[in-house]
């Protein structure tokens, strides 16, 4: 039997994407969406309601979220109170937020899956980047997207300096309380100490969403770099790996660098 989807964002950027993506796979099967303003038609077969709560009323396994940050976490808690598994692509949740949802999940045996960014790309960046902070001492992030994004930082650098924070070494640079002059310049501080991760964010016109990992090392540097495109279609197939593996845990996990081998 198929995985059942129900699709939240179903009309939105990704989530065109992912419509037809999952109607076109044998093992997985679109049977609610939701938008506002796309209520009381049909994806193919699939109703689409203005409320999660109403969508939640057909039968599903998954719920992918791709909607907005002041939506996300309510849906996210709805499903899993329904006994959802949920896939989560938006963005503008952190630390916190996933540790309530991991509660909320563990009490109802579901299972999470949060990705700050399901493209290959941008989970390699992670991957190399986690590499290289065990080695290399010093390490800032440049989150990068476009002007109208309603969130900063973005889920793919967030999620990245929560990670980075928790294994990366000391930084050598000088604290932050002990900057002078405008210490805000710095940026946004992730963790605690000497092990906080700095994310500078930039929103500009011509940006999708990029993000850029600079190890600094006396006399040398490294930068890992991702750039998105303007598609949708990069995060089609870790979604979609996802839904598919979600179920296989109770509790929130985060990253598709999690899933891969
Ligand atoms: N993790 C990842 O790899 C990626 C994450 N993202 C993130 O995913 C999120 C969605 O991005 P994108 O597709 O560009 O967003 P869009 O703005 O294009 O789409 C948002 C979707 O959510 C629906 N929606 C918005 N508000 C509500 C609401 N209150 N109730 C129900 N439905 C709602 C919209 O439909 P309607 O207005 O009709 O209700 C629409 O279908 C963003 O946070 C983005 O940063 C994006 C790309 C990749
Ligand atoms: O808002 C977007 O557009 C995107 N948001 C995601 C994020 O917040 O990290 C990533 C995606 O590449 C585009």
């Given at each position: ?170 930084a050598?640079s000088r604290p932050i309380e002990e900057v002078s002059g405008v210490p805000a310049t710095r940026g946004g501080s992730?963790?605690?100490g000497a092990?906080r991760?700095q ?63």
């Amino acid at each position: 039997m198929p995985v059942r989807i129900l699709l939240a964002g179903a009309t939105g950027w990704v989530g065109r994407a992912l419509a037809p993506a999952i109607a076109a796979t044998a093992d997985l099967a679109l049977v609610a969406g939701v938008s506002r303003s796309a209520a009381g038609t049909a994806i193919g077969d699939a109703p689409v309601f203005a409320s999660i709560e109403e969508a939640l009323a057909v039968p599903s396994d998954v719920l992918i979220d791709y909607t907005k940050p002041n939506v996300v976490k309510a849906n996210a808690a709805a499903a899993i109170a329904a006994g959802r598994h949920v896939v989560i692509g938006t963005s503008g949740l952190g630390a916190d937020d996933y540790a309530e949802l991991d509660a909320l999940a563990r009490a109802k045996g579901v299972g999470v899956l949060a990705a700050g960014n399901f493209s290959i790309t941008a989970t390699l960046l992670k991957r190399f980047t986690l590499e290289a902070a065990k080695y290399v001492s010093d390490v800032e992030i440049i989150d990068y997207a476009s002007a109208g994004k309603p969130d900063a930082p973005s889920g793919t650098a967030r999620e990245l300096a929560e990670t980075l924070a928790g294994v990366r070494r000391p930084a050598t640079s000088r604290p932050i309380e002990e900057v002078s002059g405008v210490p805000a310049t710095r940026g946004g501080s992730f963790g605690e100490g000497a092990t906080r991760v700095q994310v500078h964010a930039l929103r500009l016109p011509s940006f999708v969403l990029g993000v850029e990992t600079i190890f600094g090392a006396p006399d040398e540097r490294l930068t890992i770099r991702h750039d998105a495109g303007s598609s949708a279609a990069p995060y089609v197939a870790g979604t979609l790996l996802a839904a598919r593996k979600v179920a296989g845990w109770t509790g929130v996990r985060r990253g598709l660098d999690t899933l891969l081998d």
